[in-house]
């Protein structure tokens, strides 16, 4: 069999711009198939989105795309075999992603900045392109345990799926990135892709209670973390503060204060408590 890879893309409107069809034309460099699943009845969640995707797929290597980008790397789709040829325990591949994750529903960004790994053109609220770039210091490629949705390669693996019963289009990067930790896969991200990105995530009441929700799901996996590296109490604290600060702002009261109670339990003696006690008895 040739090989190839298939490029899933869920579209709101059932198609992709004409500067990323040619974009991905133009760049990828190996043989490729473009499997659009048509979403602009909001018929599917993205789980069940990506999962009919890799079942219309006829390459064993699947990139999961966003709509909203383009790749500046020339020849990107023979990096990606490449990479996975040389390391047949990868199993997912990103451009962005972190060495830990918390047992606390925060994003995966959410983590103090040695955690993080990146290499991407992110366009700001402002509208401005800032290379971000993270983490990367001697090797091309290094292990996390989660990647960001932008941009994930995949290796097509029996019984490694995005959860249907969690629904939504928020943490499906988070869910499939834990499957395939959880079935002895490795999780890495490259800087040999550039990827450029136009919209900015944004963590909004939707994306709190998936969060939570998986959260609840992955409650016996969690926290992980990348070989050596391990999750203290400051690495808590540090999520703890993350997710109240999002819960408050999107009104999820009720998630705040599961959270603070076990904030409060780790760290009894902050002066900040103070403050989050005035909130839950709605005195601020």
Not at 211 to 229: A, D, I, Q, R
Not at 271 to 282: C, D, V
Request: glycine residues 6%; hydrophobic residues 40%.
């Amino acid at each position: 069999m040739r090989k190839g890879i298939s490029i899933v893309i869920c579209s709101r409107n059932g198609q992709i711009t004409r500067d990323l069809n040619n974009n991905v034309l133009n760049t990828i460099g190996c043989d490729f198939e473009l499997v659009i699943i048509n979403n602009s009845g909001n018929k599917y969640s993205i789980f069940e989105a990506y999962n009919l995707g890799v079942k219309k797929s006829k390459y064993e290597f699947i990139v999961f795309l966003h709509d909203d980008i383009l790749i500046h790397t020339s020849n990107w789709g023979k990096i990606l075999l490449n990479i996975f040829d040389q390391n047949r325990e990868v199993g997912l591949i990103g451009v962005a992603g972190s060495r830990i994750k918390t047992s606390i529903p925060t994003a995966w960004w959410e983590h103090e900045e040695s955690y993080l790994l990146l290499n991407i053109l992110q366009h700001e609220e402002d509208k401005k392109a800032n290379i971000s770039r993270k983490g990367f210091k001697t090797a091309n490629v290094e292990d996390v345990v989660i990647i960001d949705g932008v941009f994930m390669a995949f290796r097509k693996i029996k019984d490694i799926a995005f959860n249907e019963d969690l629904k939504g289009f928020h943490n499906y990067d988070v869910n499939i990135s834990l499957e395939t930790l959880k079935k002895g896969y490795r999780v890495i991200v490259t800087n040999k892709i550039l990827v450029e990105h136009f919209s900015t995530g944004a963590i909004d009441k939707d994306w709190i209670r998936s969060s939570y929700l998986l959260h609840k799901v992955y409650k016996e996996f969690l926290p992980t973390s990348v070989s050596g590296n391990i999750i203290g109490r400051r690495e808590k604290i540090f999520a703890y503060r993350r997710y109240l600060v999002n819960c408050r702002a999107t009104g999820h009261r009720k998630f705040a204060l599961e959270y603070w109670l076990k904030f409060l339990f780790l760290s009894p003696f902050r002066k900040e408590h103070l403050k989050w006690f005035r909130y839950f008895l709605k005195l601020d």
